[in-house]
Every structure is written in structure tokens, then in C-alpha cells.
């Protein structure tokens, strides 16, 4: 069974510009997280997608921002990019039925903004 | 507030020794989860265990153990006869669930370095 796969693997971008980073959770999970891996700065909650709909974000401006479709995919915009943005961009999915079930994450997008 | 405390920043051991690795945490909730995620060098956090709090049975796979202990609000991983492959940061999560909203809060990793 296939795990989560997130795309790009590695993406370049310049200062102001917007990069958008995609996900596959794994099939038959509803919902869809992100975290931003800064360097210094650990595991940062996003935001989280179930059903598709925003069911909750983290501390970030509202410039992160994203969706999740039908087939319960996602996709992260981060817009007007500031050099801070450079992260590893870690995408996550579990099934929401149940409490306390474990979270799986992808191999994550490493965005630099230069 | 939910919060993951590791304190070992970073450990370098030789081949074949054991190290522990230490994780404290802080919550209200009476009932949480709690997990530890391996991180090797490409980036992908791969699942290693989950615990309820309801379940302070210790446990043993292979070379991995964990010991949970409420008394202490601890989860500490243990490795035994490490080995080179065993490389990589270390995290420990505890869920957070408020009004059916879920997520993890993740302690700040501790980098485990294991020398040939």
C-alpha cells in the first residue's frame, strides 16, 4: 500500500513569489495535515484538512493557505514568499475516525526561497 | 497547554552501546496519546510507535523499547546494541485533541549519531 507522496521533492523559489506543494495521503484516509520544518525551529503545525474542508490552523499568516479536494489530495500555497518560508514542508494523513490514531507522513517538499 | 519536552539535543554513542532517549510531557487531558517518529537524513518521518495513556505496559521490538510512565509524565525510547543505521533525529509527540480538532505537538527532536 502506497504511503503518503508529496510533490515536488525539492522546489527553488524567489523572494515574493508563491510556491504550491501537492499531496497524496494514503488511500482511505480523510485528513490531510502539514507542518513546516524550519531549520531551529522543529515540527510547526500548518494546518489540517479533513472532508475537505479547513478544520484548523496553526500560527502562520494567512499567506499558507491551502485546499483539499474529493479525492481527499491536498495542496499548499504559500504566497509572497519571504526567505524564513525555506522549510521542509512535511504533508501527513490518518484516518479521522477513530481518536488517537496515528498520524503518517510523507517524505516532504524542502522549499528554499532565495 | 500540551507540551513535549526532549532535552537531549544531541547524542553520539559507538556502535553497539545502548542509549536512551528522554522525553517529558505536559498535558491536562486524561486521555492523550503519546508517539515517537524517526527521522533519518532524506527527511521522512517514519512512524515508530503510539501509546495510550491508559496503557503504561512497556514495550519491546526487536531492539527498540519504550518505557512510559504517567508517575513521571515520561516516554523514554530506548535502542539497544545501536547500530549505524539507527542515525537520525528522534521525536516524541503527544496528541492534542480540542473540540474534535486533533493534532500532534512535537518535542524538538533529539539528533542521535552512532559511530562505526
Known amino acids: 500500500e502506497a504511503g503518503v507522496t508529496q510533490s515536488p521533492t525539492h522546489l527553488i523559489k524567489t523572494r515574493g513569489q508563491q510556491a504550491t506543494l501537492r499531496c497524496s495521503p494514503i488511500?482511505?484516509?480523510?485528513?490531510v495535515y502539514w507542518y513546516q520544518q524550519a531549520l531551529g525551529l522543529g515540527l510547526q503545525f500548518l494546518l489540517w484538512?479533513?472532508?475537505?474542508?479547513?478544520?484548523n490552523r496553526g500560527n502562520f499568516p494567512p499567506r499558507f493557505s491551502g485546499r483539499q479536494f474529493p479525492n481527499y489530495s491536498s495542496e499548499l500555497n504559500v504566497n509572497a514568499l519571504e526567505l524564513e518560508d525555506s522549510a521542509l514542508y512535511l504533508c501527513?494523513?490518518?484516518?479521522?475516525?477513530?481518536?488517537?490514531?496515528?498520524?503518517?507522513f510523507g517524505e516532504g517538499s524542502w522549499l528554499t526561497v532565495v | 497547554a500540551q507540551k513535549v519536552t526532549q532535552a537531549q539535543t544531541e547524542i553520539s554513542v559507538v556502535e553497539k552501546e545502548d542509549v536512551t532517549l528522554d522525553c517529558v510531557y505536559e498535558t491536562r487531558d486524561t486521555t492523550y496519546y503519546l508517539f515517537w517518529y524517526k527521522q533519518p537524513p532524506s527527511g521522512e518521518l517514519v512512524f515508530l510507535i503510539r501509546?495510550?495513556?491508559?496503557?503504561?505496559q512497556n514495550e519491546i521490538s526487536g531492539r527498540y523499547s519504550w518505557n512510559f510512565q504517567k508517575s513521571t509524565s515520561s516516554f523514554n525510547f530506548t535502542i539497544t546494541a545501536s547500530q549505524v543505521v539507527d542515525s537520525a533525529v528522534y521525536f516524541c509527540?503527544?496528541?492534542?485533541?480540542?473540540?474534535?480538532?486533533?493534532?500532534?505537538?512535537f518535542g524538538s527532536g533529539t539528533r542521535l549519531l552512532v559511530r562505526p
Open positions: 501509546r495510550n495513556s491508559f496503557d503504561e
Open positions: 509527540a503527544l496528541s492534542e485533541e480540542v473540540d474534535s480538532s486533533y493534532k500532534l505537538i
Open positions: 484538512y479533513d472532508e475537505g474542508e479547513e478544520r
Open positions: 488511500s482511505g484516509h480523510t485528513s
Open positions: 501527513a494523513s490518518r484516518l479521522r475516525q477513530l481518536s488517537g490514531n496515528t498520524i503518517y
